[in-house]
Antibody
Framework: EVQLVESGGGLVQPGRSLRLSCTTS????????MNWVRQAPGRGLEWLSF??????????QYAASVKGRFTISRDDSRSIAYLQMNSLKTEDTAVYHC?????????????WGQGSLVTVSS | DIVMTQSPDSLAVSLGERATINCKSS????????????LAWYQQKPGQPPKLLIY???TRESGVPDRFSGSGSGTDFTLTISSLQAEDVALYYC?????????FGQGTRLEIK
């Protein structure tokens, strides 16, 4: 069974940093692209970032709203994906979902974690 | 950026009746070299993460009931639930993965009439 479990969320002050982890199991992590998608309270889905497989150069891209502040990475040896979030803003408050893409390149989102709540507030 | 616009924003359908949700992209998501539409549909129930229903515009994900179907090409797409069941009450989102930034529609809320 595919499992994705996010951790590392919580309450943080504006301007501070947080790192989210996505611990996975049940699939060959190295063959999957990984993504982060967030959902602000009562709002829709916002894609933030993806990182492709090493076979595809581990290429990463970001939404404009987080580019330069957030960094995605992956540790294939531990089957974990990360999202380093710096210079956090109040508008970054949301549930952050880790999402897998089994295609490895074409990014439909086949499995989602339950999410980790990040609250940015002073 | 490709803007995805769903219609309607909310929809109430009687049990056993057909439900249709539309999704329009601001530019084509059809990749001519492989003739694939880079369009997916998701279902989100309260307190749960989204669940993949349809990808490549019309390919049903494993385990998804066959009352769910996707159609369309280019810029206009439709998710159809052929016979609405109580458990289908949810938010539905379309998503394009043709080009980054990956974008979602605003969501359509489906309820029972």
């Amino acid at each position: 069974e595919v499992q994705l479990v996010e951790s590392g969320g919580g309450l943080v002050q504006p301007g501070r940093s947080l790192r989210l982890s996505c611990t996975t199991s049940g699939f060959t992590f190295a063959d999957y692209a990984m993504n982060w998608v967030r959902q602000a309270p009562g709002r829709g889905l916002e894609w933030l970032s993806f990182i492709r497989t090493k076979a595809h150069g581990a290429a990463a891209q970001y939404a404009a709203s987080v580019k330069g502040r957030f960094t995605i990475s992956r540790d294939d040896s531990r089957s974990i994906a990360y999202l380093q979030m710096n210079s956090l803003k109040t508008e970054d408050t949301a549930v952050y979902h880790c999402v897998s893409s089994r295609d490895g390149y074409d990014l439909y989102f086949d499995s989602w974690g339950q999410g980790s709540l990040v609250t940015v507030s002073s | 950026d490709i803007v995805m616009t769903q219609s309607p924003d909310s929809l109430a359908v009687s049990l056993g009746e057909r439900a249709t949700i539309n999704c329009k992209s601001s530019q084509s998501v059809l990749y001519n070299s492989n003739n694939k539409n880079y369009l997916a549909w998701y279902q989100q129930k309260p307190g749960q993460p989204p669940k993949l229903l349809i990808y490549w515009a019309s390919t049903r994900e494993s385990g998804v009931p066959d009352r769910f179907s996707g159609s369309g090409s280019g810029t206009d797409f439709t998710l159809t639930i052929s016979s609405l069941q109580a458990e289908d009450v949810a938010l539905y989102y379309c998503q394009q993965y043709y080009i980054a930034p990956i974008t979602f529609g605003q969501g359509t809320r489906l309820e029972i009439k």
